[in-house]
Nanobody, 115 residues
Framework: VQLQASGGGLVQAGGSLRLSCAASGRTFRNYAMGWFRQTPGKDREFVAA????????YYADSVKGRCTISRGNAKNTVYLQMNSLKPEDTAVYYCAAYRGSWSDWGQGTQVTVSS
């Protein structure tokens, strides 16, 4: 699966962004999808994931209540709506597809939250 993330940018603390991840391939709907983020010098960390059907979502404690993951299987796209953004949310955000492991990754989109 080829993934293309977009929607990052510069936003003030308290603002919102919606990240999108467009996937190629007709089997997109078979895979759980997730969002991860990484800052320089730190390991990539889990942010959110949604099951293949979209019926089950999972969130890191750090974003729970502020972020919502969703997927549009008809559009082969997964979204991450981020609200009440904080400076500590600043990172490169990656989408990934789960095929037994988080095996397929997009190129990342930068999110910068200013205080």
């Amino acid at each position: 699966v080829q993934l293309q993330a977009s929607g990052g940018g510069l936003v003030q603390a308290g603002g919102s962004l919606r990240l999108s991840c467009a996937a190629s391939g007709r089997t997109f709907r078979n895979y759980a999808m997730g969002w991860f983020r990484q800052t320089p010098g730190k390991d990539r960390e889990f942010v959110a994931a949604t099951s293949a059907s979209g019926d089950n979502d999972y969130y890191a404690d750090s974003v729970k209540g502020r972020c919502t993951i969703s997927r549009g299987n008809a559009k082969n796209t997964v979204y991450l709506q981020m609200n009440s953004l904080k400076p500590e949310d600043t990172a490169v955000y990656y989408c990934a597809a789960y095929r037994g492991s988080w095996s397929d990754w997009g190129q990342g989109t930068q999110v910068t939250v200013s205080s």
